[in-house]
């Protein structure tokens, strides 16, 4: 039996979250989610949240800041709409239902592009990574916050253990750093992730840069020269 997630799990998951999101997860993620969102402010602009959910996070951006939500699930996404409406965020540009290893959007539309709490749970979360990368501005950031699973001891024992018992819930609890950083070696657009615990350890922040055309040519040039 597989222990990987597929889009109908995640939508189903997802569906019956979105009515108690907010209570279950709020207070619980906010420290994760106000150390993400200073990080994406440091470079602002056109910032996609991605897996933006209820929409939570929404009013704690800065109005100078311009958004694009994105989400796999129309639920969410409808909660999502309702909090723009009712607290007038008119920094929000669009919430929009899609699938992340397949976004619509041009290449290079973005000064950031934040996940918090949701590339764990995502179906292919390589596709969706090489998909943010393809929409952010050279020189910008892929910031991510999430709990990621151990690298040995007796929590990695257990995460192993549970991750087929937390499939339907639509999480996968044994996701590791390593992961990440593997992506980012093969993806080549990426510099190296710098990872920081933040919400007193339970979270970790990973970043990711998006390098320019010259310095891509540059490292391309001191491989060439290395061989």
């Known amino acids: 039996m597989s222990t990987d997630l597929d889009r109908s799990t995640v939508e189903e998951a997802y569906a019956k979250w979105a009515p108690i999101y907010d209570v279950v997860f709020g207070a619980v993620f906010e420290a994760g989610r106000k150390v993400a969102i200073q990080a994406a402010e440091r470079i602002g602009g056109r910032i996609l949240e991605f ?23 129309e639920p969410m996404l409808q909660k999502a709409r309702e909090r723009v409406q009712k607290e007038k965020l008119d920094h929000v540009e669009g919430l929009c239902l899609m699938d992340g290893a397949h976004m619509g959007f041009a ?24 998909e943010m990368a393809r929409v952010l501005k050279p020189g910008g950031e ?12 007796p929590r ?22 390593a992961r990440l950083r593997n992506w980012a070696v093969k993806n ?23 390098r320019s055309a010259a310095e891509m040519a540059g490292a391309e040039e001191g491989v060439a020269l290395a061989g």
Do not use: C
Not at 112 to 124: C, K, M
Not at 142 to 153: K, Y
Not at 156 to 177: H, I, M, S, T, Y
């Open 51 to 73: 897996g933006v959910g209820t929409g939570i996070a929404l009013p704690n951006y800065r109005r100078t800041n311009r958004l694009v939500g994105v989400d796999i699930s």
């Open 188 to 210: 080549g657009t990426v510099d190296v992730p710098v990872a920081k615990n933040v919400g007193l350890g339970m979270y970790t922040m990973v970043r990711f840069r998006k």
């Open 142 to 153: 892929i910031i991510l916050v999430n709990h990621l699973g151990a690298e040995d001891g």
């Open 107 to 130: 290449d290079e539309s973005f000064d950031v592009v934040i996940a918090q709490f949701v590339i764990t749970v995502v179906p292919h979360p390589e596709a969706t990574l090489d």
């Open 156 to 177: 990695a024992v257990f995460e192993k253990w549970f991750a087929r018992r937390a499939r339907k819930l639509g999480w996968r609890p044994e996701f590791q750093f």
